[in-house]
């Protein structure tokens, strides 16, 4: 009688368990990005590495993954809102920590569960005198940069005043050759592409080194998400991490053109 009891509580206990887990997992998870082009990250007309990244994730968590495209500003909106479940990729500011959670190892950022690694480089046109020597900044009119992008804080705090009215990288390029601004910061992938694409960005515009600014760039979860999925959180982070450095990856990376 003892044992017969014994195992009607261990099928019991399982059971708990499994029902448990499965109100620990979502059955869809919605994350936002960049409706721009962020080469070789986010392109518009084809997977850039972020989503191929992300479809990789989606396989290993077992979970349904949507995808939506926004205006980057929109997004962290939106998370913040808890419409969506999570934005990527996002660089670390400490005001952003309002909008959503990063992953932590303790009470520091986790840079291993980073989605990817890029800079900001200062651009200008070829002759200018705009200057950036790795400490000072030195420019006299305005500095171009893509709204809502975290570069834009620094470019302040060295004492830059910042037109971020544009949205894209291309279109910040356009406003420097119409002597809109004096320089723009952007991501140094994406700017460089560009101006190896097309002869009049060749021409006329030069990178200033050293870059602004090295970064990681994160999947950032909403605090609602979070508060009620915590242990997922953390499978989704070790999941972006475990592709991120996996074999396959590093290939697609290493031959992404």
Known sequence: ??????????????????????????????????????????????????????????????????????????????????????????????????????????????????????????????????????????????VGAQSGYSVIGQLKELGAKVDDGTGSADNNLLKLLAGRVDAVALQTLEADNLIAANPTFATKVEKVTPPLVVKPFYLMLSKQFNAKFGDFCKEIWAAVAQVRDSADFKSKTRDFK
């Open 1 to 142: 009688m003892n044992i017969f009891v014994n195992r009607l509580a261990m099928v019991a206990l399982f059971s708990f368990a499994l029902v448990a887990h499965a109100v620990d997992r979502p059955e869809a998870v919605k994350f936002c990005y960049e409706d721009e082009n962020v080469y070789p990250w986010v392109l518009k007309d084809r997977p850039g590495l972020n989503i191929l990244l992300m479809n990789s994730v989606e396989k290993i968590i077992g979970v349904k993954l949507e995808l939506v495209q926004r205006p980057w500003k929109r997004c962290q909106a939106e998370l913040k809102n808890g419409e969506v479940d999570g934005i990527f990729s996002a660089s670390y500011k400490k005001e952003r920590l309002e909008l959503g959670v990063y992953p932590m190892a303790g009470d520091k950022l986790d840079e291993s569960k980073a989605v990817m690694t890029d800079s900001y480089s200062l651009y200008r046109l070829k002759g200018s005198r705009a200057q950036w020597d790795g400490k000072n900044l030195t420019i006299n009119g305005l």
